[in-house]
Every structure is written in C-alpha cells, then in structure tokens.
C-alpha cells in the first residue's frame, strides 16, 4: 500500500509598513500567500503579522520576532511571504536572514512559487538599495511641500491639536498653552528646569507624554529633558512653534552603520525651511527674547565660551558594567542610572526618579568603580565566611519545606501564562483583520496583559522551581561553594568587564540598595544576594546565558569602608 508523502509545513508573514496604508493589505497578503501555498501543495499551519511596522526595524515587530523563534525552533519548514522586502528592507538583513533560514533548514519563498535562492535574495538586496533612497526622497518631498503650505507632519507638540478633518493642521490647546506659558515664565525667573519639572509633576498637570499615552501608567510625570530638549535644544523652552514659526529640516537622523544606533545631526543653513504662522503663536516675544538669553547664558556659564557640551567617554558604559542594571536607590527603591562621568571617565548612578523627574530627594551620585571595588572586597569576606554559609543554608532548607507546593503552583502559573500569551495574540490578530471598532477587544487585552503581568511577577518570585542544585549537607558543597565564590572575587578583581565575570556576578547579586550618605562619605550600600544561585553554586554556566531567577533573598550589610569617596 503506497502511502501518501507528507507535506511540508509552511506559515505566512504580511506587514504594512505605515498608517498610510489600510490593515486590509494584510489580509490581501495572507490571501496571496494562501494561494501560493494551495499550487505548491504546502499545508498552511500558522501566520504572522506586523501592522504599521516599518521593514527597516527588527526588534520592534513582534510578528517578526516570534517568526524568527519559529525558525530557531524548527516548527515549519517553509516561510512565504508577498516579496521579501516584507521581512525586511534593509539589504544586509535580509541577507543575514536567508543565511539563518539555510541554518535552520527553512526554505524562503515568495510570490513566484519557487524557493528563493540566493541569487534571488541579492537581486532584492540591490532592488531595495536603489529603493530605499528613492522612497526617502519622495517623503521628504511630500513632508517639504506640506510645511511650505503650512502643515506640520508627523506628532504634534504640547501645546497644540491635530484640526479635525485637516490633516497636518493645528489649533491650540488653550489648557496646555496656560502651562507652557507658565514654564517660560518661571524659566526666566531664574528657576531650574529639574525644580519646574518636579513641580508640575507634584501638582498632577498633564505631560506631554500623558496627553498622547492616556493609557499607560507613569506618563504624568514630568522630565526636565522635555523642557530643555538635550543636546539638541528641541525641548519646550527651543520650540519655535510657539512664536508662531514651523521650523523644518533643521535635523536629519542617520544610522550609524557600526553601532546600529540612530543619530540626530544638524543640516546645513540653506536647507532649513521656515514657515510663519502668527495664528499658532502661545509665547509673547518679548517672553521669547528672555528665556532665549536666560539658555544662552547658562549654556556659556557651565560649557564655556562656545555654549556646547564637550562630553568625556565614560568607560564602560551601560549593560558592560557589572553594576549596571543592579544597583536600586535606598529612598524610593526605584531604579538607579548611568547619569554622570566622573574625571576619570568612569561612570556615576544616580537614582532615575530623581535626576530625571525630581520625585525622589535622594540626589546624590555614586562613582560605580569605587562602589565595584568595595563590594568586591567585602564579597570576599562575607562570602566565604562560616557566618555567610551557615546564613545561606538556613535560607536553603526554608526554602525546600514548600518545594512541592511551590513545584505545583509554578507548573499551574506556567499554563495560565502560555494561554494568556494565547489569548492577546489572537485578540490582536482579530483587530487588524476587523472593521469593526476594537473597542470591547482592546479592553479584553489591556485586562490579559494586566493578568499575565501579575503571573509573571509570581513565577519570579517562584523561582525556576528546579531541582538541579547541590544539597548544602552535600559532602561536595563545601568545596564547590568556596570554589565558585573565590573564582567570582579573583575575576572582579582581574576583569570585572569581561562578559563571563557580568554574568556570574548579577547571578550571585541580586540587587544592591544604595542609601543616602553625605558628601566625601565612604558609600553605605545593602547586597541583596540570590539564594538559588548560592543552593546551585553555578555561577559561571558555560553557555553564557544570564539567568535571572529569583527565590529567597538573603542579605549582608556592608561595613563602612575607609576609603573617602568625593562627589
């Protein structure tokens, strides 16, 4: 008896890029590729779909993201899409993307009906090289024609509202106007723009992120970077537009090829365009002229005679620190930030919620190397102490009395999250393909998404709930303890930059609360340590993989170091 051979698998991808275009592009799309995959005898197993996400991005399609999981995963054999710019637009990306289809034994195909080949994949390339500059043109034509004409494209500014009906066109918004009246009196009277900003923020006046994100949480608070606008002065207090003059193509963004990061750069004099509307001015001129004097000034005062900032490199920076990520403030608990450099070009935590929002007072900063190398030192003191032992095997049996209990709630925490997970993926697919108006649905997803939020906080709580650890009455623990820990103190002490030393010390440091001391003062800080990296003892894992999962805590309190320590 012959049986009938299998067929292979396939899934579909369909992406618009803008608001330009209409959610039924999608659904011609999948059509198309439905199609495709009936005359090649392919059986159809699942779509993925990005709406209003352009193909220049990658980790901001969540479609795409969970295409490229699938691949990993070897759930299908087959991708189709329309063309393959709708995977990407970007000339090396879709190259390196075919090259992780090939590893992962999926085949490419698109609206031809024949398996995409790397010839046809540098013809696209070439295609989209050509494309992209051409596209760029033609909306920055259209945006230059719109601003001559007295339109503004794109996001509107505090202060103003989109006119119903009139694309591009603006009223003000006589709430809002009072309000950034007011930041530009206040500014001229001599007041900081953090001290303004906590203000506005005390007495719960809109923001301009809470009259554009109305549902999510935080947006009321108010930044100082929104007044001052940066480096690059497009803030409250440098926005033309409220002397009634639209200021166009002053900026470009251009991508850095080697960092992948966007950077703003000014264009040259000739290029800029400059449009009058007298009918959207909010700030007196004379008000103008003040703060515009009141900038300049404090910009020479603390820049020099050239008002710009010469910025020093701090070494290292960000997610290459050991502490990055860690360190959280002993006021408000909230998290800590790379804000500062120090002489050295080392980097300086302060606490997020009051250097940019001015709700915390814990305003003191913190040289990350000289707290780095006081924790290491007593890391190697406390750690390897009987005390600390003793401590971390009281935590361990505590936490082994409810092993089965927490096992069963874990499993069961662990199905509610996949169906969750379930449920806003198909919410979301049926509002891109409805006419209807989604309200009802968006309500059912912002209450699942509430609900798998919590569920994920309880699992972190939880803990991995694995059994894969040594028993601290091990007759090896001892050993393996006393092993990993002096390994971690030598390697923080060596190189505290390398990837394997972050790793092993975010998973033995849970978090370290940083509380308030006074100017040139040794540092008071509190370690929080992981108890389930202490049971496992597996700091280093060999496939470099941070894990990050929380049980009990135990903690140590520093003791005082005698270094001074300047602010």
């Not at 995963?73 to 087959?78: L, R, S, T, Y």
């Not at 010839?119 to 001559?148: C, E, F, M, W």
């Not at 920076?317 to 403030?329: D, I, K, Q, S």
């Not at 935590?395 to 092993?403: C, T, V």
Request: one cysteine or more; glycine letters at 6%; proline letters at 5%.
């Amino acid at each position: 008896m012959m049986t009938r051979p299998i067929k292979k698998r396939a899934v579909l991808y369909a992406r618009y890029s803008s608001d330009m275009q209409k959610a039924t592009s999608i659904d011609g799309q999948l059509l198309l590729c439905r199609k495709i995959a009936a005359r090649n005898d392919l059986d159809v197993i699942g779509a993925f779909v990005d709406a209003a996400k352009s193909g220049l991005t990658e980790n901001a399609r969540d479609g795409y993201q969970q295409l490229l999981n699938g691949v990993r995963n070897h759930d299908f054999d087959v991708v189709i899409v329309e063309h393959f710019d709708r995977l990407s637009r970007d000339p090396a990306t879709i190259q390196r993307l075919k090259q992780v289809f090939e590893f992962n034994g999926v085949e490419l195909m698109d609206q031809k009906g024949v398996y995409a080949t790397a010839t046809d994949i540098s013809i696209a390339s070439l295609y989209n090289t050509i494309y992209k500059p051409q596209l760029a043109d033609k909306v920055r034509r259209g945006h230059d024609n719109a601003v001559a004409s007295g339109r503004i494209p794109g996001s509107y500014a505090y202060g103003y509202r989109p006119r119903p009906g009139a694309p591009g066109e603006r009223v003000i918004d006589e709430n809002e106007a009072k309000i950034v009246v007011r930041i530009f009196t206040e500014y001229v009277s001599g007041r900081s723009t953090r001290d303004i900003a906590a203000d506005l923020t005390r007495q719960g006046l809109p923001s301009p992120g809470a009259t554009r994100h109305k549902n999510k949480a935080g947006r009321t608070t108010w930044n100082h970077q929104c007044i001052t606008g940066g480096r690059h002065g497009r803030g409250i207090i440098g926005n033309e537009l409220y002397i009634g003059e639209i200021h166009w193509n002053v900026r470009s963004t251009i991508l850095n090829p080697e960092t992948q990061k966007k950077q703003k750069r000014r264009n040259p004099d000739d290029r800029h365009i400059i449009v009058k509307k007298p009918e959207l001015r909010i700030v007196p001129q004379v008000l103008w002229d003040r703060a515009q004097k009141v900038r300049s000034g404090r910009a020479i005062h603390m820049f020099g005679p050239t008002g710009k900032p010469r910025r020093r490199p701090v070494i290292p920076r960000n997610n290459e620190h050991p502490l990055a990520g860690v360190l959280r403030c002993g006021v408000c608990n909230g998290n800590m930030r790379i804000a500062q450099s120090s002489r050295n070009g080392a980097p300086r935590a302060a606490c997020a919620n009051a250097h940019q929002r001015g709700t915390c007072e814990h305003t003191r900063s913190f040289d990350m190397d000289v707290l780095l190398e006081d924790v290491s030192s007593k890391m190697e003191l406390k750690l390897l102490s009987p005390k600390a032992i003793e401590e971390a095997m009281r935590a361990w049996k505590e936490e082994r009395k409810n092993d089965r209990k927490k096992n069963s709630e874990h499993a069961n925490l662990e199905r509610r999250l996949r169906t969750l997970t379930t449920e806003i993926e198909r919410l979301s697919y049926a509002i891109a393909n409805s006419r209807r108006k989604p309200d009802e649905l968006l309500k059912r997803i912002d209450e699942c998404d509430v609900e798998r939020e919590t569920v994920k906080e309880r699992l972190r709580l939880l803990g991995s709930g694995s059994e894969n650890v040594i028993p601290f009455d091990h007759p090896k623990f001892g050993d393996r303890y006393h092993s990993e820990a002096k390994r971690l103190v030598t390697a923080l002490r060596i190189n505290p930059k390398a990837i394997e030393t972050r790793v092993a010390f975010r998973n033995l440091i849970d978090s370290i609360v940083v509380h308030p001391v006074r100017k040139r003062m040794p540092y008071e800080y509190t370690p929080y340590l992981n108890s389930a990296s202490l049971s496992s003892m597996n700091l280093f894992p060999e496939n470099r993989r941070k894990t990050r999962e929380i049980s009990a805590f135990v903690y140590y309190d520093n003791v005082k170091s005698e270094k001074s320590v300047s602010s």
